[in-house]
């Protein structure tokens, strides 16, 4: 038989748990079909162009993971875009390295990490996640799936890129600097017309890393994650922040136990915030979307933006920020 001091160390235990599982607000049947559907979400400016991408399939009633693919080969393609594929900022051995990963509502995922010469990495990611029983393929392995998948490969650095890194050599000199230039991805998010949900990340990482770094683009639960029931999430800023953290994972769940995705992405910047201690010298960034077709935004740093596109908008957010 349970003593008294037995069962009161029992339920005292027991009550955070039941609190918060008493606070969470389960998806609904009029949730599931609501009229604010679709949606996409995206990181920073150049997925203004990316959402006009993806809703080209949202709105005529296509999956989200088509969507977020097409959304995210946009900035891929981009010469100009000095942080996301061709174009994109190499490491410190002059080499352009991509990371990527992708996430549908039944949570199959792909990803790819230090793979190079291959424009749209986020594609090779879906192909791993439709084509194999594995969720990531590295460096050589990933390349010579992708060939054998009949990606082109080619020489992604750019004029312009290669002579940002000659400059760079001059002095090799690597300390990131937290300003709202100082953005290596686009994560993008989409809620379909059925109320599924998705998600791709795609970068080419901080510009000038040691060779062979990945941060936490292509990793799942890090720099992306999805569930279905509840939300999804992506993040911008210090990778290895969001890898120590699991800091998608960490907003969904959140979300789960019944915040909103701006506090829900608050919650989780103040977690690592904490953590952290002298945070005004790093930058975190988190954009989530919830089944119910609400998005939500907070970062250390001023200057992150998003883009957002639904029914009746396509506009840039400042997300808002502890500091």
Same mark, same amino acid.
């Given at each position: 038989m ?5 069962f /009161?160390k =029992?339920s005292?235990?027991?009550t955070?748990?039941m609190? /918060?599982i008493s606070? !969470?607000?389960p &998806?609904t049947e009029d $949730? ?5 559907r679709?949606?996409?979400?995206s990181t920073w400016?150049h997925?203004?162009?990316a959402?006009d991408a993806a809703?080209?399939?949202?709105s005529?009633g296509?999956? @989200?993971? %088509?969507a977020v693919?097409a959304g &995210?080969?946009?900035?891929? @393609?981009?010469?100009?875009n000095h942080?996301v594929?061709?174009?994109g900022?190499?490491?410190r ?6 990371d *990527? ?6 949570q +199959?995922?792909?990803?790819v990490a230090?793979?190079q010469g291959i424009?749209?990495?986020i594609?090779?990611?879906?192909? &791993? ?15 010579k799936f *992708?060939? #054998?998948k009949?990606?082109?490969q080619? +020489?992604l650095?750019t004029?312009k *890129?290669e002579?940002a ?5 001059k002095?090799?000199? =690597?300390d990131?600097?937290i300003?709202i230039e100082?953005? %290596?991805?686009?994560g993008?998010? !989409?809620? $379909? #017309?059925k109320?599924?949900?998705s ?7 901080? @510009?000038?890393?040691?060779h062979g770094?990945?941060g936490?683009s ?12 509840v939300?999804a999430?992506t !993040?911008t ?5 969001m890898i120590?953290? &699991?800091?998608?994972?960490l907003v969904?769940?959140?979300m789960r136990?019944? =915040? $909103?995705p ?11 915030a904490?953590k952290?201690g002298? =945070?005004k010298?790093f930058?975190v960034g988190?954009? @989530?979307?919830?089944?119910k ?7 250390i #740093?001023?200057g992150f933006?998003?883009?957002?596109k639904n029914k009746s ?6 997300s808002k920020s502890?500091?």
């Amino acid at each position: 038989m349970m003593s008294k001091r037995r069962f /009161l160390k =029992y339920s005292l235990l027991g009550t955070p748990i039941m609190s /918060l599982i008493s606070s !969470a607000s389960p &998806v609904t049947e009029d $949730d599931i079909h609501s009229s604010n559907r679709p949606v996409v979400v995206s990181t920073w400016k150049h997925g203004l162009l990316a959402n006009d991408a993806a809703w080209g399939i949202l709105s005529k009633g296509g999956r @989200a993971i %088509d969507a977020v693919e097409a959304g &995210v080969r946009v900035p891929e @393609a981009d010469p100009d875009n000095h942080t996301v594929g061709y174009g994109g900022y190499p490491d410190r051995d002059g080499k352009v390295t991509l990371d *990527a990963c992708i996430m549908d509502e039944n949570q +199959n995922c792909g990803s790819v990490a230090f793979l190079q010469g291959i424009k749209h990495p986020i594609s090779v990611a879906r192909k &791993v996640m439709d084509d194999t029983p594995h969720v990531m393929l590295v460096g050589e392995g990933a390349l010579k799936f *992708a060939l #054998q998948k009949g990606f082109k490969q080619e +020489n992604l650095l750019t004029p312009k *890129a290669e002579a940002a890194w000659r400059s760079w050599l001059k002095k090799a000199e =690597y300390d990131p600097v937290i300003n709202i230039e100082n953005h %290596d991805t686009i994560g993008m998010l !989409a809620l $379909d #017309q059925k109320g599924n949900l998705s998600g791709a990340c795609t970068t080419s990482g901080a @510009a000038f890393k040691m060779h062979g770094r990945v941060g936490d683009s292509p990793l799942i639960g890090a720099g992306l994650y999805v569930d279905n029931e509840v939300g999804a999430a992506t !993040a911008t800023g210090m990778g290895e922040l969001m890898i120590k953290t &699991v800091g998608c994972h960490l907003v969904v769940e959140l979300m789960r136990q019944g =915040y $909103d995705p701006e506090e829900a992405c608050r919650q989780a910047v103040e977690r690592i915030a904490k953590k952290l201690g002298d =945070y005004k010298n790093f930058q975190v960034g988190f954009l @989530a979307l919830n089944r119910k077709g609400n998005y939500g935004a907070y970062c250390i #740093q001023p200057g992150f933006n998003f883009a957002a596109k639904n029914k009746s908008t396509h506009q840039m957010i400042d997300s808002k920020s502890k500091l």
